[in-house]
């Protein structure tokens, strides 16, 4: 299997060769152009409440803005409030000054109520956010969601036009990046406009942030953030127009990168490899985990003895060296490099709890066997759905290889599609096996952890875990090194019973023209344009 992918991606490679060099041209740059950038496939939404996708997550991440943002080098700052407040009342009680400048594309200014707007209508069940539980810690959430209470209960409140007051039920290590990353606030008169319809298309949303949407009717591939004149910070953005351009082949992003018909393109594989030495690519590990799930609703595919086969049967330094070659690394566990560090030791909880999934084809096969007497069939035909993109297409490639060489009566068939109809597949429980992946948007192994929890929403393969629940329900009142110990077992509960199969955490990796300056990645972070400048 091995040498036939190798095979594979020298192929592909030929034609990478080609335009290995970037834009050399020494010609000067007019300032006041526009940058352009691509995005690796189609996002779903520009609505913040109902955001389930990376893409999506990009596109709102330009546009909008939080109580809090990120400055130039990825640090925590104030955003829409005054300052990065400290809680009273045992860590549950937030009360926050909104800057009075701060202020909507169309003039209006960002008011406390625009928070509770965008605060009720996520917890609303009506809403169907499959996010809500981002709003968990928050007061009478439960009972919201059980429709005991109205939206209207939910822990947070406007105070006045400028000040705005969040109740918790206990308090949460977090929040602070959940105020930067997730509670965002929605123009009120707009939703009340708009509704359900809300973050449809440009034409439907309303920007807080330093651009605003223009040109997006929902399904194109091609739209600009245009420069927020309105935006308090709006002095301090350089680059008044970004064009963005879906692009899922690589070599046809590096030919716009080469001709300089982009200025920000993401590359991976084998071009990564054999351009490290190229001074325009840039490469980071990002918080993200790339894992295997499994529908257990479907008969074929409920079983741990496939899911525990499956895990040990991939050898996760292969598919990381072998075949993606971009920086990426192998998982460990369901919690990735960087997330997570002991507070008594500073370690790492990836590297402290030790390598839970080690490559085992001798156990693989005895977990595969009984797989087969459990269905009690000699051959089965498994699907794996993965999205159209290079990088997961390779992955599926391997994976679907790999185990057909090594069990006995499997087939597997990939099914790859455009991530918006992957994501819609998810909720529709439209799978066998399931290739994905988390990004967080802050460091605690909860958020990863969280995913596989019973009452998850996004715990698409409806796989239930007593022990495991439980580990995570004892976390959710705890503190300090008691937490995280209770997070570590969760962790290892987790990798024992394979809830999940976790495959590697990606490495990004960015061609950035000599030409711009500003564009700063980081774990969590992707570059803000905002900060974007040309040289």
Not at 110 to 123: G, K, L
């Amino acid at each position: 299997m091995k040498t036939k992918y190798l095979v594979f991606g020298t192929t592909a490679l030929a034609g990478m060769l080609l335009v290995a060099c970037g834009n050399e041209s020494g010609a000067s740059v007019n300032k006041s152009k526009p940058l352009s950038v691509t995005l690796a496939s189609e996002p779903l939404t520009a609505d913040p409440n109902k955001a389930t996708d990376t893409n999506s997550a990009s596109l709102i991440y330009q546009t909008m803005e939080g109580l809090y943002t990120f400055d130039k080098k990825n640090n925590l700052v104030p955003g829409v409030a005054e300052k990065v407040v400290k809680p009273t009342n045992g860590g549950k009680t937030y009360t926050f000054t909104l800057r009075k400048d701060a202020k909507w594309a169309n003039g209006q200014q960002v008011t406390a109520q625009d928070f509770v707007t965008s605060f009720r209508r996520t917890v609303d069940p009506k809403t169907k956010a499959q996010y809500a539980s981002n709003y968990s810690a928050f007061k009478n959430y439960d009972a919201i969601q059980n429709g005991k209470k109205s939206p209207n209960a939910l822990g947070v409140k406007a105070l006045s036009k400028t000040k705005l007051q969040v109740q918790l039920s206990n308090p949460v290590p977090y929040f602070n990046y959940l105020a930067a990353s997730k509670y965002l606030p929605l123009n009120t008169d707009a939703v009340h406009k708009y509704g359900q319809k809300y973050g449809t298309n440009a034409d439907k949303t309303m920007a807080n942030g330093p651009y605003k949407l223009v040109g997006w009717t929902g399904s194109n591939s091609t739209w600009k953030y245009i420069k927020n004149t309105k935006y308090w910070n709006a002095k301090n953005v350089k680059v008044k127009k970004v064009n963005v351009q879906v692009t899922k082949d690589q070599n046809t992003a590096v030919n716009l990168f080469k001709s300089d018909k982009v200025q920000e393109t993401t590359v991976n594989g084998q071009y990564v490899r054999q351009n490290s030495n190229n001074k325009q690519l840039q490469t980071h590990l990002i918080g993200r985990l790339q894992y295997l799930y499994f529908n257990n609703k479907k008969s074929v595919s409920n079983s741990e003895n496939l899911r525990q086969a499956m895990s040990y049967v991939v050898n996760r330094k292969t598919l990381t060296e072998n075949v993606l070659q971009d920086g990426s690394k192998p998982a460990k566990s369901f919690v990735p490099v960087g997330d997570q560090k002991n507070p008594e030791t500073g370690k790492d909880m990836a590297t402290e709890t030790g390598n839970l999934l080690p490559t085992d084809v001798k156990k693989a096969q005895s977990y595969w066997k009984a797989y087969l007497k459990e269905k009690g069939k000699s051959s089965i035909t498994l699907n794996l759905l993965t999205d159209d993109t290079d990088e997961d297409k390779h992955v599926g490639t391997y994976i679907q290889a790999t185990a057909q060489k090594y069990f006995k009566g499997l087939k597997v068939t990939i099914t790859s599609i455009p991530h918006a109809q992957h994501v819609s597949r998810d909720f529709d429980g439209s799978f066998e096996m399931n290739l994905t992946g988390w990004s967080t948007n802050w460091l605690d192994a909860y958020d990863f952890l969280d995913l596989a929890a019973s009452d998850n929403t996004v715990n698409f393969t409806q796989w239930k875990d007593a022990a495991f629940d439980k580990l995570l329900e004892q976390s959710e009142t705890q503190t300090g090194q008691t937490r995280y110990d209770t997070l570590a077992k969760a962790n290892k509960r987790l990798m024992d019973v394979k809830g999940v199969v976790p495959l590697y955490q990606p490495s990004e990796a960015k061609l950035v023209s000599k030409n711009v300056g500003g564009l700063d990645y980081s774990l969590l972070n992707e570059a803000q344009y905002q900060y974007a400048y040309w040289k």
